[in-house]
């Protein structure tokens, strides 16, 4: 246990290096704001909103990520164009990979709300065994982002799937059996009314071999606190320092966070029953 005022650190899950832990949700997010002072900050560093793609190097090869700038005018309509918090942990992953800290080569991995996929798709490139999912009509963008930046073949070790997954549903046997490895969400934490239901979806995808990464965009500070507090009372979180993410691809607009399930300690054998 770390003393009062110290931090605690520790590695979470899969991943190999140390984070630090999330112990009151209010002062984390009072933190987070303080000392990354996001409003403060240019938001979409990464993308271009009103571009038709966003091009990005990643895992050696050029991506090419369709965008549909026209779509976000509809009502509800939030993943037709790449947000800055899917850019940091798509290239976290990359990182983290390159530097011996995570293994997705051969992992299963689930990514939920993946609008136009560049994390799932980097996940995939990565060797991962990806299942990118999203709202039933958010899919044929999706779709078309695997298939142009992943079906042609060369460099692709891992494989990726493009299905339906609606936050808070009863999930199907393909998500759950066998748990995933990894589960993955950038920028799913900024409705209020979607919380519960996210936080389903994540208590049914996860084992007790889960590792989950979170990029959130410092938007909206009563969300992300209701958020915290919901998860914390059921996973261990940790936010993961700038540090270790990739150079190139930090911001303090964004948060990463690593969560693992919580699981009751087993009592030891009651004697007097022997
Ligand atoms: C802000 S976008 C982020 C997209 C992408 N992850 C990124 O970083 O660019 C949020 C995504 O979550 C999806 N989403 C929102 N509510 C959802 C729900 N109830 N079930 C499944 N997906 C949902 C949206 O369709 C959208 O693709």
């Known amino acids: 246990m770390a003393e009062e005022g110290e931090e605690e650190v520790m590695e979470l899950g899969a991943y ?6 999330v112990e009151d949700a209010a002062a984390e997010v009072l933190l987070l704001w303080a000392l990354n002072d996001p409003a403060a900050r240019r938001h979409n560093f990464f993308v271009r909103h ?5 091009p990005i190097d990643s895992c050696g090869r050029h991506l090419s990520i369709l965008q549909s700038p026209s779509s976000m005018s509809t009502p509800g309509v939030t993943g037709a164009v790449m947000w800055d918090s899917g850019v940091v942990l798509g290239k976290f ?23 136009c ?25 999706l779709r078309r ?27 199907d046997s393909e998500f759950v059996d066998p748990l995933p490895d990894y589960v993955l969400g950038s920028d799913v934490i900024y409705s209020e009314g979607a919380v519960m239901d996210l936080l ?68 030891p054998e009651d004697p007097d029953h022997i």
């Not at 990359?94 to 990514?111: F, I, Q, T, Y």
């Open 16 to 21: 190999g290096a140390a984070v630090r832990l």
């Open 50 to 54: 009103a571009a038709l793609t966003l």
């Open 93 to 115: 992953l990359e990182h983290a990979v390159d530097s011996g800290k995570l293994v997705l080569k051969e992992k299963k991995v689930v990514e939920l709300g993946s609008g």
């Open 117 to 141: 996929g560049l994390v799932g798709c980097i996940a995939a490139l990565l060797g991962g065994d990806v299942i990118l999912t999203d709202l039933p009509d958010r899919l044929k963008l």
């Open 145 to 171: 982002n695997v298939e142009s930046n992943l079906l042609d073949g060369g460099g692709v070790r891992g494989n990726a799937n493009v299905r339906e997954l609606t936050w808070g549903d009863e999930l």
């Open 200 to 267: 389903s979806t994540l208590r049914q995808l996860c084992g007790s071999s889960t590792t989950i990464f979170l990029a959130g965009e410092l938007r909206n500070d009563v969300v992300l606190d209701y958020f915290l507090e919901a998860a914390m009372k059921e996973f261990t979180i940790g936010l993961v320092d700038q540090t270790q993410w990739h150079p190139d691809y930090r911001s303090y607009r964004v948060a990463l966070f690593i969560l693992v399930k919580q699981f009751p300690k087993l009592m």
